[in-house]
T-cell receptor
Framework: GQQLNQSPQSMFIQEGEDVSMNCTSS?????WLWYKQDPGEGPVLLIA?????ELTSNGRLTAQFGITRKDSFLNISASIPSDVGIYFC??????????????FGQGTILTVHP | GAGVSQTPSNKVTEKGKYVELRCDPI?????LYWYRQSLGQGPEFLIY????????DSGLPNDRFFAVRPEGSVSTLKIQRTERGDSAVYLC???????????FGQGTRLTVV
């Protein structure tokens, strides 16, 4: 099925560094979401973006909804060991029948070295 | 419990067998979603329910897959004649209504040998 193009696939960083990942699509989305998934767990919502151009923060996380509605990025500042995990972007298309019907990216695996 | 609960956590079955995966949504949540997550991939939408009815089953890969939610709460995903390619984590999510964000369960890891 269709998936969003998420990059990078993996990142290895030192504790304290900033991280940036992004997601692009050939289709327009009216909502972008960013999730984190730990091993053996389901995805947990980090940030939701509902308006083109919107920039939203949640603690050390900042995400933006691209003005073209075809892309989004997530930044994590001053990374800490518990940031380790897999980050997914997800998009919801306009005219969709339900909020929960999402298209996900392939994920970015983040490793933080102390 | 407070969250979405999925059972079993792990299921190993032989090729050709029938399996049922169960999802207990958060109490009071009317919308329920099933996703499949293959190794190294993001979740892929399978089906969602509004109440007892399947509102959108466009993601079900073929007619071996079927899901029910007879009383508008617990849902069961049923897979007939399992194939090795069905091996994946099956995630369930629920939301208060179809216009609110959904919460995911921990998933059921299905392995077909």
């Amino acid at each position: 099925g269709q998936q969003l193009n998420q990059s990078p696939q993996s990142m290895f960083i030192q504790e304290g560094e900033d991280v940036s990942m992004n997601c692009t699509s050939s289709s327009i989305f009216n909502t972008w979401l960013w999730y984190k998934q730990d091993p053996g767990e389901g995805p947990v919502l980090l940030i939701a973006l509902y308006k083109a151009g919107e920039l939203t923060s949640n603690g050390r996380l900042t995400a933006q909804f691209g003005i073209t509605r075809k892309d989004s990025f997530l930044n994590i500042s001053a990374s800490i060991p518990s940031d380790v995990g897999i980050y997914f972007c997800a998009g919801r298309q306009a005219g969709g029948t339900s909020y929960g019907k999402l298209t996900f990216g392939q994920g970015t695996i983040l490793t933080v070295h102390p | 419990g407070a969250g979405v609960s999925q059972t079993p956590s792990n299921k190993v079955t032989e090729k050709g067998k029938y399996v049922e995966l169960r999802c207990d949504p958060i109490s009071g949540h009317t919308a329920l979603y099933w996703y499949r997550q293959s190794l190294g991939q993001g979740p892929e939408f399978l089906i969602y329910f509004q109440g007892t009815g399947a509102a959108d089953d466009s993601g079900l890969p073929n007619d071996r897959f079927f899901a029910v939610r007879p009383e508008g709460s617990v849902s069961t995903l049923k897979i007939q004649r399992t194939e090795r390619g069905d091996s994946a984590v099956y995630l369930c999510a629920s939301s208060i209504t179809t216009n609110t964000e959904a919460f995911f369960g921990q998933g059921t890891r299905l392995t077909v040998v």
